[in-house]
């Protein structure tokens, strides 16, 4: 079952623009984290969120986490074609074994 | 930074045939491993928790008896595939967790992934 609901799921979009990518829930979030997968491997961490209310920068990457702490954007400026690729966002369930809840992913392609 | 190597990075075999994934870390100890299975432009959708020492912990609706898991070492934890359909073809990723100075594990570093792929 999927606890996080991702939006879109897919987007193609010319090299220049910007995009945001979605995260929400119904339930709070003690932690929130964002993968970026290539195609044949693994997801690769980009930030973890955890103050509501949280931004986090990472070069052309701004990661938002909501106030309430249920929801969680990920906005990429001036997209190059090697940001394809699929982005997911995933929630720590401390109370189960630390294991990860990824949400369905974004799959972005950025043309040139 | 810390590493995670998957072997083989692809495998392809015939039906009803079994296969093992072996997942390590390469420059720390993981006391847990996490298998994941992703099927094409899908997310990962967590199998079993594998703790060092102790039974893999299934996630529901996974076979134990047909993904076979064991964590025997603090580096080392394998995947066996038993008697694999082509329903069972899939990109399968390990994860290890690595445990902080105060016990708290809250990172997952992932493997790069196996491709099986039954015929």
């Known amino acids: 079952t999927q606890l996080l609901e991702q939006s879109p799921q897919f987007l193609s979009i010319q090299e220049g623009e910007n995009l945001t990518v979605y995260c929400n829930s119904s339930s709070v979030f003690s932690s929130l984290q964002w993968y970026r997968q290539e195609p044949g491997e693994g997801p690769v961490l980009l930030v973890t969120?955890?103050?509501?209310?949280e931004v986090k920068k990472l070069k052309r990457l701004t990661f938002q986490f909501g106030d309430a702490r249920k929801d969680s954007s990920l906005h990429i400026t001036a997209a190059q074609p090697g940001d394809t690729g699929l982005y997911l966002c995933a929630r720590l369930r401390q109370e189960y074994g630390n294991k990860l809840v990824f949400g369905a992913g974004t799959i972005l392609r950025v043309k040139s | 930074g810390a590493v995670v190597s998957q072997h083989p990075s692809r495998v392809i075999c015939k039906s009803g045939t079994s296969v093992k994934i072996e997942c390590r870390s390469l420059d720390f100890q993981a006391t847990t491993m996490f298998w994941y299975r992703q099927f094409p432009k899908q997310s990962l959708m967590l199998m079993a928790t594998?703790?060092?020492?102790?039974?893999?912990?299934?996630e529901q609706g996974v076979e134990k008896d047909k993904f076979l898991i064991n964590h025997a070492s603090l580096t080392l934890s394998t995947l066996t595939v038993t008697s694999a359909h082509p329903e069972d073809s899939s990109f399968y990723i390990c994860?290890?967790?690595?445990?902080?100075?105060?016990?708290?594990?809250?990172?997952?570093?992932f493997g790069p992934g196996t491709r099986l792929t039954v015929l």
């Open positions: 994860s290890a967790s690595l445990t902080s100075g105060w016990g708290f594990t809250d990172t997952q570093y």
């Open positions: 969120v955890v103050t509501g209310g």
């Open positions: 594998s703790n060092e020492g102790s039974k893999a912990t299934y």
